[in-house]
């Protein structure tokens, strides 16, 4: 469902959910942070899938809310300033839109 990749010196997550790729840099160069943001994501859209975790709200930062729980507005060009959402990984989110149409 989701994986890390090495990254400039840290890693990404890149992950499918609702028909669209988002892919995420962690601010982190230690492979058992990025294990274990590869696990939450995972485990939450499961939680998702079986209706007992809620989807992100409409127009929220689908990543942030997948590996941290926060439910963040998303700018309106799709990405997240490093910090904004204030997640422990502090990174960026973008969103492929171009690749929903391919999943």
Do not use: W
């Amino acid at each position: 469902m989701a994986s890390i990749e090495p990254r400039n010196g840290a890693f990404r997550i890149v992950f499918r959910f609702g028909g669209r790729k988002y892919s995420r840099t962690l601010n982190t160069c230690d492979p058992s942070v990025a294990s274990s943001a590869k696990t939450t994501v995972e485990q939450r859209i499961k939680l998702i899938k079986s209706g007992i975790l809620p989807p992100p709200p409409d127009g929220h930062d689908v990543a942030g809310y997948l590996i941290s729980g926060e439910s963040t507005p998303t700018k309106s060009n799709g990405l997240q300033k490093r910090g904004d959402h204030g997640d422990e990984f502090g990174a960026d989110v973008v969103v492929d839109d171009d690749l929903a149409d391919l999943i």
